[in-house]
């Protein structure tokens, strides 16, 4: 039934997958080796996400291999304002692989396992107790979602090992090879594209478990550069000023009172979360007036000075000087550019006020 899907109306969506596949097979393949597991089970991911490492569902799962939060943190993913590891091909794989095992270790059977993986070991647990068997088969009580992963799986596993058997090719396409290097601070992402010499695209594919536009701010972050760019990054990146390198990611602020965590997330536009998280607060109703608060500023100070500094060609430089009752939509119309470009040529986010007396950068059409 689904090898037919995969053959008519799902060989669009295969034909991506076996794309992706032939970029990870190789990574996937060796850690499955390492944890002495079977090759096939790498067509998991492809079902679970096409092998894409931002995939993102309804439940909140995340990555190529569909971590929800709780388990992911459980495997050693971590989740905190600048990572989010469920999408690191690597370190997802790795952690898919000991929880897989951790499944086969308590059913002692495949189909079991896998079953498991979507549907959580206490359900399988509790159809098996209501049909009195480990028959995967025989267990009708499982949601149907469950109940056609297993088909859907063998099905994936089927196609993906003799694909011209079925009309399929896998596409040539670069496997995802890496060289990596250690970061001592947080760096700005658009000033490591350019030491590496790629675009940012790249490197965003390289490393897709960053969420802001720089690294993390802690020691030892380990970043993917593509194969044979390790050598030009390391000589362009360390002759570069410190100034340059380094990127600020966040402010200080004093907690005042009437102040929580809601009032001062949407002043700095941060979530809840990200602030709790960055602070290692565990009651979120809980902060002292006279308190600091490390708040995370979205995007760097380099990004928005190299906006500042270099504008589009046939432009000339001007800073504007807020007025009261000014909009930036009402400077937009004045100066023939969009509120948009205003907001990305001086940093602000949208639904940001500005204020009288402020300084704007703004670029104006020669002529």
């Excluded at 979530?271 to 565990?282: F, G, P, T, W």
């Amino acid at each position: 039934q689904f090898i037919k899907f995969f053959q008519t109306k799902g060989k669009k969506q295969f034909k991506i997958w076996l794309s992706r596949y032939g970029q990870y097979e190789v990574l996937i393949k060796t850690i499955l080796k390492e944890h002495e597991l079977p090759e096939e089970l790498m067509f998991l991911a492809m079902i679970e996400s096409g092998f894409n490492s931002k995939a993102y569902s309804r439940a909140n799962a995340s990555g190529m291999w569909q971590f929800i939060y709780s388990t992911g943190k459980k495997y050693g993913l971590e989740r905190t304002w600048y990572v989010d590891e469920r999408r690191d091909p690597v370190k997802a794989t790795h952690a898919a692989c000991t929880y897989l095992k951790d499944m086969y270790k308590e059913f002692d059977n495949w189909y079991l396992a896998l079953s498991a993986y979507n549907a959580g070991s206490g359900r399988i647990h509790r159809a098996i107790r209501l049909h009195q068997t480990s028959d995967f088969w025989q267990l009708h009580s499982l949601p149907k979602e469950t109940r056609n992963y297993l088909p859907y799986f063998l099905s994936a596993a089927i196609i993906g090992s003799s694909p011209e058997e079925y009309g399929f090719t896998i596409p040539k396409v670069a496997s995802f090879s890496y060289d990596e290097v250690k970061l001592e601070k947080s760096a700005d992402l658009a000033v490591l594209a350019r030491a590496a010499g790629i675009k940012m695209r790249s490197l965003r594919r390289y490393n897709p478990e960053l969420r802001q536009s720089a690294t993390p701010n802690k020691s030892g972050y380990v970043l993917k550069l593509p194969k044979g760019t390790k050598s030009k990054f390391t000589a362009q990146y360390n002759a570069l000023p410190e100034s340059q390198r380094f990127a600020p990611q966040y402010t200080v602020h004093r907690v005042r009172r009437n102040e929580s965590l809601w009032t001062i997330s949407r002043k700095y536009g941060v979530s809840i979360h990200d602030l709790a998280s960055v602070n290692k607060i565990r009651n979120r109703h809980k902060i002292k007036i006279g308190q600091k608060l490390t708040i995370p500023i979205r995007g760097s100070k380099a990004a928005l000075a190299s906006a500042q500094s270099t504008g589009p060609s046939g432009h000339l430089k001007k800073v504007y000087t807020v007025k009261r009752g000014d909009t930036l939509g009402h400077i937009a119309q004045n100066y023939n550019t969009r509120a948009r470009n205003i907001r990305r040529w001086n940093g602000l986010r949208y639904g940001g006020v500005i204020y009288p007396g402020q300084k704007l950068v703004l670029w104006v059409k020669q002529g």
